[in-house]
């Protein structure tokens, strides 16, 4: 396939192509150009003409044009599907809901675009000002940036490109590298839903060099990432030499709190399609650290442990499969290698543990110390870590020990002590008797300290994608009489 730039399907500048892979099979599945420096110059410098053209449609018009958008997507979605499982590596029946949940997003936001609402201002509660008018608009950015990984390609890429057509802005997306296809085949959708011209392009190649280029580059006022906390950090510090606007969703490291009152089947269930199953464990805001009450820890344990050996692993195409590939055979290694340093360091192995290629079986320990670096980093792979707390107050005190802040989760039957450990946990969201791994395209979603800023969602992120804009009208009103 080719890459979308300046309204052609184009080939790198220098003709270089990459492979993309089935990560389970080994299997090429087809090649995209590497863009290069000159390609992202080429798209930004044509964006300019499409933050001009997007501008002049109504809001009715945006509506319209991603109404047909998730029309297509939806009318693909089969196929679509198909395709992000061969390239990604989840399971066919969560990528098929991945691509019908980025259509919701795009229905969405087209229905937002209507309501992108100013205020008007009274102003005669300042002295002197009493005769004026005042009103607020908001308006399009200009141009988008949107880069995304690829652990949820398609969905992530929704909640950032739709957002930012729906505001009126033009936007350059680049997707991962290991897994471009299915937004290519979507991009070739949106061509035919009357976008104008130049409002959406879509350069594949390295991160590095695309990415830091959008995050310096003038003709972009704001860039969009999610992605590792490395990566939003190069991109906020390159971005920052010209006070370019980024929206950062990274890492995670979410814990769930079990108290002894809890459903333990329900909080199971939640773990095993928090962590393990869905996205092959490869989640954001996936359950990384459960912490569970010192009385229930060992009944627990059992029943996660025989509910993670029941998952089936293996080609993510069939629909009975429940565990599928990592992305790559270095992401299996990485997981691989965290879990038996936690063995080494003490540890108990109670399911999974074995690595097949890029397949990691469903992984659970027990006796985990909070120094290990199983339970201290982001590890992104289908393992859980389960430790003990003794009250309450050091489930939140080992919750909060981390830098990361993007999603929480408690299990109990006490409203009062959910909502208590709720207010009290440093995160974005926190979930309530079930998993972190928790996304609804309605509510707003995003991190605190080093899992970023900023918040999307359909009600949440055109103010990010906007600018306010304050109209005053001076002595728009007839003089006061006074008596």
């Known amino acids: 396939m080719k890459m979308f730039i300046d309204d052609q399907w184009v080939e790198s500048s220098d003709k270089a192509w990459m492979e993309i892979r089935n990560p389970g099979t080994g299997e090429v599945l087809d090649k995209v150009p590497r863009g290069t420096l000159e390609d992202a110059k080429r798209m930004v410098a044509a964006a300019q003409k499409g933050k001009l053209a997007m501008r002049k449609l109504t809001a009715l018009q945006r509506f319209e044009i991603l109404n047909r958008i998730a029309l297509a997507i939806e009318g693909q979605a089969n196929e679509l599907g198909k395709l992000l499982a061969a390239e990604n590596g989840k399971p066919i029946l969560q990528t098929r809901a991945e691509v019908l949940v980025t259509a919701n997003i795009f229905r969405g936001f ?93 350069i594949t190649g390295p991160g590095a060099v695309i990415g830091d280029f959008l995050a310096r580059s003038e003709g972009i006022q704001l860039i969009t990432v999610t992605g590792s906390t490395e990566v939003g950090v190069r991109i906020a510090e390159i971005a920052a030499q010209n006070l370019k606007k980024v929206h950062m969703e990274l890492g995670g490291n979410d814990a769930l709190i079990i108290l002894a009152d809890a459903d333990l089947e329900k909080a199971a269930n939640a773990v095993v399609l928090g962590r393990l199953a869905r996205g092959n464990g490869q989640i954001c805001c996936a359950v990384k650290r459960v912490l569970v009450e010192a009385s229930i820890y060992d009944k627990f344990a059992a029943l996660l442990a025989d509910k993670a050996k029941a998952l089936k692993v293996g080609d993510q195409l069939l629909e009975t499969t429940d565990v599928g590939p990592l992305i790559n055979e270095q992401a299996a290694e990485e997981v691989e290698a965290f879990v038996n340093g936690a063995v080494k360091a003490g540890a108990k192995l109670l399911a999974g543990g074995i690595r097949h290629g890029t397949f990691m079986e469903p992984t659970v320990l027990r006796d985990v110390a909070t120094d290990m670096p199983l339970f201290k980093e982001e590890v992104f792979g289908p393992v859980v870590p389960l430790v003990p707390f003794s009250s309450i107050d050091a489930a939140v005190d080992m919750a909060n020990s981390s830098p990361y802040g993007l999603q929480s989760a408690v299990f109990t039957q006490d409203i009062n002590k959910a909502l208590d450990i709720a207010y009290r946990l440093e995160a974005g969201g926190v979930i309530v008797n079930w998993s972190s791994a928790l996304r609804v395209e309605t509510l707003p979603f995003g991190g605190i300290k080093m899992s970023g800023h900023g918040r999307e969602g359909v009600h949440d992120t055109l103010e990010e994608m906007t600018d306010q804009k304050t109209v005053v009208v001076h002595n728009a009103f007839p003089p006061l009489v006074t008596e």
């Not at 680049?174 to 070739?188: D, G, N, R, W, Y």
């Open 110 to 202: 087209g229905e937002e675009s209507k309501r992108i609402f100013g205020r008007v201002m009274p102003v005669d509660a300042v002295r002197g000002n009493e005769r004026h008018f005042a009103f607020t608009i908001r308006q399009p950015l200009g141009v988008v940036a949107a880069i995304v990984p690829f652990n949820y390609p398609v969905e992530l890429w929704g909640h950032k490109a739709a957002a930012a057509l729906a505001a009126g802005n033009a936007v350059v997306s680049k997707p991962p590298s290991a897994c471009p296809l299915t937004l290519l085949k979507i991009t070739q959708l949106m061509q035919e839903c009357g976008l104008p011209k130049y409002a959406h392009q879509m």
